[in-house]
Protein backbone atom coordinates (compact mmCIF):
# COMPACT_ATOMS: atom_id res chain seq x y z
CA UNK A 1 0.00 0.00 0.00
CA UNK A 2 1.22 3.65 -0.71
CA UNK A 3 3.27 5.75 2.13
CA UNK A 4 0.51 8.21 2.27
CA UNK A 5 -3.16 8.60 1.79
CA UNK A 6 -4.94 11.40 0.36
CA UNK A 7 -7.12 12.77 2.51
CA UNK A 8 -10.49 15.36 1.90
CA UNK A 9 -12.58 16.88 4.49
CA UNK A 10 -16.40 17.35 4.66
CA UNK A 11 -17.86 19.75 6.51
CA UNK A 12 -15.29 23.52 6.81
CA UNK A 13 -16.21 25.41 10.18
CA UNK A 14 -14.58 25.92 13.55
CA UNK A 15 -12.89 22.30 14.01
CA UNK A 16 -11.63 22.43 10.44
CA UNK A 17 -8.76 24.30 10.70
CA UNK A 18 -7.34 22.16 13.56
CA UNK A 19 -7.63 19.37 10.94
CA UNK A 20 -6.26 21.83 8.26
CA UNK A 21 -3.57 23.16 10.68
CA UNK A 22 -2.44 20.27 12.49
CA UNK A 23 -2.22 17.83 9.40
CA UNK A 24 1.53 18.29 8.29
CA UNK A 25 2.95 17.36 11.71
CA UNK A 26 1.95 13.75 10.82
CA UNK A 27 3.30 10.94 8.24
CA UNK A 28 0.71 8.88 6.10
CA UNK A 29 -2.03 11.83 5.37
CA UNK A 30 -2.35 14.65 3.13
CA UNK A 31 -4.95 17.14 2.74
CA UNK A 32 -6.22 17.80 -0.49
CA UNK A 33 -9.48 18.76 -0.51
CA UNK A 34 -12.53 20.34 0.83
CA UNK A 35 -16.39 20.69 0.48
CA UNK A 36 -19.32 22.19 2.41
CA UNK A 37 -22.53 22.52 1.99
CA UNK A 38 -21.71 26.04 1.94
CA UNK A 39 -19.50 26.82 -1.34
CA UNK A 40 -18.34 30.12 -0.03
CA UNK A 41 -16.55 28.10 3.35
CA UNK A 42 -15.40 25.38 1.59
CA UNK A 43 -13.58 28.09 -0.89
CA UNK A 44 -12.01 30.16 2.32
CA UNK A 45 -10.72 27.09 3.56
CA UNK A 46 -9.21 25.93 0.47
CA UNK A 47 -7.64 29.19 -0.10
CA UNK A 48 -6.29 29.49 3.33
CA UNK A 49 -4.76 26.08 3.42
CA UNK A 50 -3.89 25.53 0.05
CA UNK A 51 -5.92 22.71 -0.82
CA UNK A 52 -8.74 22.37 -3.66
CA UNK A 53 -12.43 23.47 -3.13
CA UNK A 54 -14.77 20.95 -4.30
CA UNK A 55 -18.62 20.06 -4.55
CA UNK A 56 -19.44 17.19 -1.56
CA UNK A 57 -20.34 15.21 -5.13
CA UNK A 58 -17.08 16.30 -6.53
CA UNK A 59 -15.09 15.40 -3.48
CA UNK A 60 -17.04 11.80 -3.13
CA UNK A 61 -15.82 11.29 -6.50
CA UNK A 62 -12.13 11.92 -6.41
CA UNK A 63 -9.68 9.48 -7.07
CA UNK A 64 -6.86 11.10 -5.26
CA UNK A 65 -8.62 10.48 -2.12
CA UNK A 66 -8.10 7.58 0.04
CA UNK A 67 -10.30 8.49 2.78
CA UNK A 68 -12.45 11.61 4.07
CA UNK A 69 -13.21 13.52 7.11
CA UNK A 70 -16.83 14.00 8.73
CA UNK A 71 -16.49 17.42 10.36
CA UNK A 72 -20.38 18.21 9.66
CA UNK A 73 -22.77 18.24 12.62
CA UNK A 74 -23.53 14.95 15.22
CA UNK A 75 -27.21 15.07 13.53
CA UNK A 76 -25.46 14.62 10.03
CA UNK A 77 -22.46 12.06 10.62
CA UNK A 78 -24.61 8.84 9.96
CA UNK A 79 -25.48 10.05 6.32
CA UNK A 80 -22.35 12.03 5.63
CA UNK A 81 -20.24 8.74 6.70
CA UNK A 82 -22.98 6.58 5.23
CA UNK A 83 -21.99 8.64 1.47
CA UNK A 84 -18.71 8.17 2.02
CA UNK A 85 -18.49 4.39 2.72
CA UNK A 86 -20.81 4.26 -0.59
CA UNK A 87 -18.57 6.12 -2.80
CA UNK A 88 -15.27 3.84 -1.98
CA UNK A 89 -13.66 5.62 0.63
CA UNK A 90 -12.18 5.38 4.46
CA UNK A 91 -14.21 7.46 7.22
CA UNK A 92 -12.85 9.12 9.66
CA UNK A 93 -15.28 11.33 11.84
CA UNK A 94 -15.54 13.84 14.73
CA UNK A 95 -17.00 12.76 17.66
CA UNK A 96 -19.30 11.70 18.35
CA UNK A 97 -19.94 8.47 15.50
CA UNK A 98 -23.45 8.91 15.27
CA UNK A 99 -26.12 9.73 17.75
CA UNK A 100 -28.38 6.33 17.81
CA UNK A 101 -26.60 3.33 18.28
CA UNK A 102 -28.28 1.91 15.57
CA UNK A 103 -27.07 4.24 12.89
CA UNK A 104 -23.51 3.26 14.38
CA UNK A 105 -24.08 -0.54 13.51
CA UNK A 106 -25.38 0.18 10.43
CA UNK A 107 -21.95 2.12 9.34
CA UNK A 108 -19.80 -0.67 11.33
CA UNK A 109 -21.91 -3.45 9.26
CA UNK A 110 -21.87 -1.32 5.68
CA UNK A 111 -17.86 -0.73 6.64
CA UNK A 112 -16.77 -4.61 6.86
CA UNK A 113 -18.79 -5.32 3.61
CA UNK A 114 -17.24 -2.75 1.88
CA UNK A 115 -13.97 -3.60 3.08
CA UNK A 116 -13.28 -0.31 4.27
CA UNK A 117 -11.89 1.21 7.70
CA UNK A 118 -14.17 4.03 9.91
CA UNK A 119 -11.69 5.58 12.62
CA UNK A 120 -13.23 8.41 15.19
CA UNK A 121 -12.48 10.98 17.13
CA UNK A 122 -11.53 12.07 20.33
CA UNK A 123 -7.80 11.46 19.76
CA UNK A 124 -6.76 13.05 23.03
CA UNK A 125 -6.63 9.39 24.47
CA UNK A 126 -3.46 9.35 22.81
CA UNK A 127 -1.81 12.15 24.49
CA UNK A 128 1.36 12.09 26.29
CA UNK A 129 -0.43 12.47 29.68
CA UNK A 130 -2.96 10.18 29.41
CA UNK A 131 -0.42 7.78 27.94
CA UNK A 132 1.68 8.42 30.94
CA UNK A 133 -1.21 7.78 33.46
CA UNK A 134 -1.88 4.75 31.15
CA UNK A 135 1.52 3.14 31.70
CA UNK A 136 1.34 4.07 35.53
CA UNK A 137 -1.98 2.19 35.58
CA UNK A 138 -0.42 -0.42 33.61
CA UNK A 139 2.84 -0.67 35.65
CA UNK A 140 0.84 -1.53 38.42
CA UNK A 141 1.23 2.62 40.15
CA UNK A 142 -2.11 2.50 42.30
CA UNK A 143 -3.17 -1.28 41.96
CA UNK A 144 -6.14 -2.73 40.61
CA UNK A 145 -8.29 0.26 39.34
CA UNK A 146 -11.82 -0.07 41.78
CA UNK A 147 -13.22 3.33 41.40
CA UNK A 148 -13.44 7.03 40.29
CA UNK A 149 -15.07 10.03 39.52
CA UNK A 150 -14.86 12.30 36.17
CA UNK A 151 -16.16 15.86 36.30
CA UNK A 152 -17.04 18.15 33.11
CA UNK A 153 -19.10 21.26 33.70
CA UNK A 154 -19.93 24.52 32.41
CA UNK A 155 -22.31 27.25 31.87
CA UNK A 156 -22.48 26.02 28.22
CA UNK A 157 -21.48 26.57 24.52
CA UNK A 158 -24.01 29.71 24.15
CA UNK A 159 -21.30 32.19 25.75
CA UNK A 160 -18.32 31.18 23.16
CA UNK A 161 -19.11 29.37 20.05
CA UNK A 162 -20.71 31.45 17.16
CA UNK A 163 -23.88 29.19 16.09
CA UNK A 164 -24.35 26.97 19.14
CA UNK A 165 -27.87 26.21 18.71
CA UNK A 166 -27.10 22.58 17.42
CA UNK A 167 -25.33 21.82 20.88
CA UNK A 168 -28.76 21.79 22.46
CA UNK A 169 -30.91 20.05 19.62
CA UNK A 170 -31.26 16.06 19.74
CA UNK A 171 -27.39 14.55 19.37
CA UNK A 172 -25.95 17.50 21.44
CA UNK A 173 -26.16 17.51 25.17
CA UNK A 174 -22.46 17.54 27.26
CA UNK A 175 -23.07 13.52 27.43
CA UNK A 176 -22.89 13.61 23.46
CA UNK A 177 -20.62 16.41 22.97
CA UNK A 178 -18.11 16.45 26.10
CA UNK A 179 -18.83 12.54 27.32
CA UNK A 180 -16.74 11.35 24.21
CA UNK A 181 -13.38 12.74 25.68
CA UNK A 182 -13.58 11.20 28.98
CA UNK A 183 -15.41 7.72 27.93
CA UNK A 184 -12.61 7.03 25.50
CA UNK A 185 -10.11 7.76 28.29
CA UNK A 186 -11.98 5.73 30.56
CA UNK A 187 -11.38 2.83 28.01
CA UNK A 188 -8.16 3.55 27.82
CA UNK A 189 -7.29 2.95 30.93
CA UNK A 190 -10.14 0.41 32.23
CA UNK A 191 -11.90 -1.38 29.24
CA UNK A 192 -15.48 -1.25 28.11
CA UNK A 193 -18.66 -0.55 30.01
CA UNK A 194 -20.70 -2.88 31.08
CA UNK A 195 -23.88 -1.15 32.31
CA UNK A 196 -24.71 2.52 33.40
CA UNK A 197 -27.46 4.42 35.77
CA UNK A 198 -28.42 8.05 35.47
CA UNK A 199 -30.06 11.08 36.08
CA UNK A 200 -30.62 13.42 33.69
CA UNK A 201 -32.44 17.22 33.47
CA UNK A 202 -32.18 20.56 31.68
CA UNK A 203 -32.08 24.02 34.05
CA UNK A 204 -34.42 25.90 31.30
CA UNK A 205 -35.97 24.99 28.24
CA UNK A 206 -34.37 27.59 26.42
CA UNK A 207 -31.27 29.64 26.18
CA UNK A 208 -29.71 33.14 25.37
CA UNK A 209 -26.91 33.25 22.84
CA UNK A 210 -24.04 35.67 24.43
CA UNK A 211 -21.76 35.42 21.76
CA UNK A 212 -21.53 36.82 18.92
CA UNK A 213 -22.59 36.90 15.59
CA UNK A 214 -25.79 35.56 17.17
CA UNK A 215 -25.86 37.57 20.60
CA UNK A 216 -29.72 37.96 22.27
CA UNK A 217 -31.35 35.22 20.11
CA UNK A 218 -33.02 32.19 22.07
CA UNK A 219 -32.49 29.10 21.13
CA UNK A 220 -34.38 25.67 22.38
CA UNK A 221 -33.30 23.21 24.37
CA UNK A 222 -34.41 19.41 23.16
CA UNK A 223 -31.64 17.41 25.40
CA UNK A 224 -30.54 16.91 28.81
CA UNK A 225 -27.87 19.29 30.24
CA UNK A 226 -27.44 17.80 33.15
CA UNK A 227 -26.34 14.23 33.61
CA UNK A 228 -25.15 12.40 36.29
CA UNK A 229 -23.71 8.41 35.66
CA UNK A 230 -22.81 6.17 36.74
CA UNK A 231 -20.59 3.41 35.05
CA UNK A 232 -19.60 0.00 35.52
CA UNK A 233 -16.88 -1.27 33.85
CA UNK A 234 -16.46 -5.23 32.68
CA UNK A 235 -13.64 -4.76 35.17
CA UNK A 236 -14.82 -4.80 37.97
CA UNK A 237 -14.36 -0.65 38.47
CA UNK A 238 -17.25 1.70 39.18
CA UNK A 239 -16.71 5.14 37.69
CA UNK A 240 -19.19 8.46 38.42
CA UNK A 241 -19.55 10.75 35.41
CA UNK A 242 -21.11 14.11 35.93
CA UNK A 243 -21.64 16.44 32.51
CA UNK A 244 -23.27 19.58 32.64
CA UNK A 245 -23.78 22.75 31.33
CA UNK A 246 -25.97 23.60 34.17
CA UNK A 247 -22.92 24.96 36.65
CA UNK A 248 -21.56 28.08 36.61
CA UNK A 249 -18.51 27.09 39.43
CA UNK A 250 -17.21 23.99 40.84
CA UNK A 251 -14.27 22.61 42.77
CA UNK A 252 -14.30 18.98 41.37
CA UNK A 253 -10.98 17.49 39.17
CA UNK A 254 -11.90 16.27 35.44
CA UNK A 255 -10.71 12.94 36.54
CA UNK A 256 -9.28 10.60 39.69
CA UNK A 257 -9.34 6.83 39.56
CA UNK A 258 -8.73 4.94 42.85
CA UNK A 259 -7.11 1.89 43.31
CA UNK A 260 -6.01 -0.58 45.93
CA UNK A 261 -2.54 0.36 46.15
CA UNK A 262 -3.42 4.88 45.75
CA UNK A 263 -4.80 7.13 43.86
CA UNK A 264 -4.39 8.85 40.34
CA UNK A 265 -5.40 12.51 38.97
CA UNK A 266 -5.86 12.44 35.38
CA UNK A 267 -5.74 16.40 33.65
CA UNK A 268 -8.66 17.00 31.44
CA UNK A 269 -9.23 14.59 28.39
CA UNK A 270 -10.50 17.11 26.41
CA UNK A 271 -6.42 18.09 26.16
CA UNK A 272 -3.24 16.31 25.61
CA UNK A 273 -1.32 17.52 27.76
CA UNK A 274 -1.57 18.10 31.46
CA UNK A 275 0.08 17.19 34.76
CA UNK A 276 -0.28 13.66 36.02
CA UNK A 277 -0.55 13.20 39.55
CA UNK A 278 -0.72 10.45 42.16
CA UNK A 279 0.21 9.23 45.43
CA UNK A 280 0.24 5.54 47.02
CA UNK A 281 -1.25 4.58 50.66
CA UNK A 282 0.64 6.84 52.10
CA UNK A 283 -1.81 9.33 50.81
CA UNK A 284 1.24 12.02 49.95
CA UNK A 285 -0.06 12.99 46.19
CA UNK A 286 2.92 13.93 44.01
CA UNK A 287 3.22 15.04 39.71
CA UNK A 288 4.39 12.03 38.43
CA UNK A 289 7.66 12.47 36.63
CA UNK A 290 7.63 13.71 33.47
CA UNK A 291 8.54 11.89 30.12
CA UNK A 292 9.47 13.03 27.01
CA UNK A 293 6.93 12.31 24.94
CA UNK A 294 6.00 13.62 21.84
CA UNK A 295 2.31 14.85 22.53
CA UNK A 296 2.72 16.21 25.45
CA UNK A 297 5.10 19.09 24.27
CA UNK A 298 3.20 22.53 24.17
CA UNK A 299 2.90 23.76 20.14
CA UNK A 300 0.05 26.23 20.85
CA UNK A 301 -1.19 29.88 22.66
CA UNK A 302 -4.69 29.37 24.14
CA UNK A 303 -5.96 32.83 24.39
CA UNK A 304 -6.96 32.09 27.81
CA UNK A 305 -5.29 29.47 29.15
CA UNK A 306 -1.92 29.79 27.84
CA UNK A 307 0.95 27.38 26.28
CA UNK A 308 -0.80 24.06 25.77
CA UNK A 309 -0.10 20.90 23.67
CA UNK A 310 -2.93 20.13 20.70
CA UNK A 311 -2.06 16.97 18.41
CA UNK A 312 -5.61 16.64 17.32
CA UNK A 313 -5.17 14.93 13.93
CA UNK A 314 -3.26 12.07 15.57
CA UNK A 315 -5.93 9.65 15.53
CA UNK A 316 -6.27 9.81 11.69
CA UNK A 317 -2.58 9.73 11.31
CA UNK A 318 -2.85 6.66 13.31
CA UNK A 319 -5.49 5.71 11.42
CA UNK A 320 -3.28 5.79 8.39
CA UNK A 321 -0.55 4.14 9.45
CA UNK A 322 -2.47 1.44 10.73
CA UNK A 323 -4.27 1.09 7.01
CA UNK A 324 -0.60 0.91 5.42
CA UNK A 325 0.83 -1.50 8.41
CA UNK A 326 -1.57 -3.73 8.48
CA UNK A 327 -2.24 -2.73 12.80
CA UNK A 328 -5.52 -2.17 14.38
CA UNK A 329 -6.81 1.30 14.61
CA UNK A 330 -6.52 2.93 17.97
CA UNK A 331 -9.63 5.31 17.32
CA UNK A 332 -11.25 2.26 15.72
CA UNK A 333 -15.08 1.95 15.16
CA UNK A 334 -15.49 -0.70 17.82
CA UNK A 335 -14.29 1.13 20.09
CA UNK A 336 -16.29 4.27 18.92
CA UNK A 337 -19.61 2.67 18.58
CA UNK A 338 -19.14 1.46 22.53
CA UNK A 339 -18.44 5.40 22.98
CA UNK A 340 -22.03 5.77 21.63
CA UNK A 341 -23.98 2.82 23.32
CA UNK A 342 -22.55 4.03 26.72
CA UNK A 343 -23.64 7.48 26.33
CA UNK A 344 -26.94 6.50 24.51
CA UNK A 345 -27.55 4.32 27.54
CA UNK A 346 -27.03 6.97 30.06
CA UNK A 347 -29.44 9.41 28.40
CA UNK A 348 -31.63 6.16 28.42
CA UNK A 349 -31.58 5.37 31.70
CA UNK A 350 -32.07 9.35 32.70
CA UNK A 351 -35.48 8.95 30.52
CA UNK A 352 -36.69 5.48 31.93
CA UNK A 353 -34.43 5.72 35.64
CA UNK A 354 -33.43 2.12 34.96
CA UNK A 355 -30.03 0.47 34.49
CA UNK A 356 -29.34 -0.07 31.31
CA UNK A 357 -26.75 -2.70 30.05
CA UNK A 358 -24.34 -1.63 27.25
CA UNK A 359 -25.18 -4.28 24.21
CA UNK A 360 -21.90 -3.79 22.75
CA UNK A 361 -17.80 -4.54 23.77
CA UNK A 362 -14.19 -3.38 22.24
CA UNK A 363 -10.98 -3.59 23.65
CA UNK A 364 -8.77 -1.49 25.26
CA UNK A 365 -6.53 0.46 22.12
CA UNK A 366 -2.52 -0.25 22.67
CA UNK A 367 -0.91 1.89 24.39
CA UNK A 368 0.99 5.06 22.18
CA UNK A 369 4.24 5.37 24.18
CA UNK A 370 6.92 7.66 23.29
CA UNK A 371 8.60 5.34 20.26
CA UNK A 372 5.00 4.74 18.70
CA UNK A 373 4.10 8.53 18.83
CA UNK A 374 7.66 9.62 17.25
CA UNK A 375 6.83 7.01 14.51
CA UNK A 376 3.65 9.26 13.69
CA UNK A 377 5.06 12.38 13.59
CA UNK A 378 7.01 13.79 10.07
Excluded at 83 to 92: E, F, M, N, R, S
Excluded at 346 to 375: H, M, R, W, Y
Amino acid sequence: MTKELGVGIIGCGNISMTYFALSPLFKGIKVLACADLNPEAARQRATEYGVKAQTIPELLANDELDVIVNLTIPAAHFEVSKAILDAGKHVYSEKPLTITLEEGKQLQALGREKGLAIGCAPDTFLGGAHQLARKYIDDGGVGRITSGTCHVMSPGMEMWHPNPGFFFLNGGGPILDLGPYYIANLVNFLGPVKRVAALTSMANPTRTITSEPLKGQSIPVETPTNIHALLEFAAGATITLSASWDVWSHRHANMELYGTEGSIYVPDPNFFGGVVEASGRDKDIQPLKDWDHPFSKNNQEHPTNGPRANYRTAGLADMAMALIEGRDIRCSIDRALHGVDVMTSILKSGEEGNFVATTTTCTQPAALGIDEALALLV
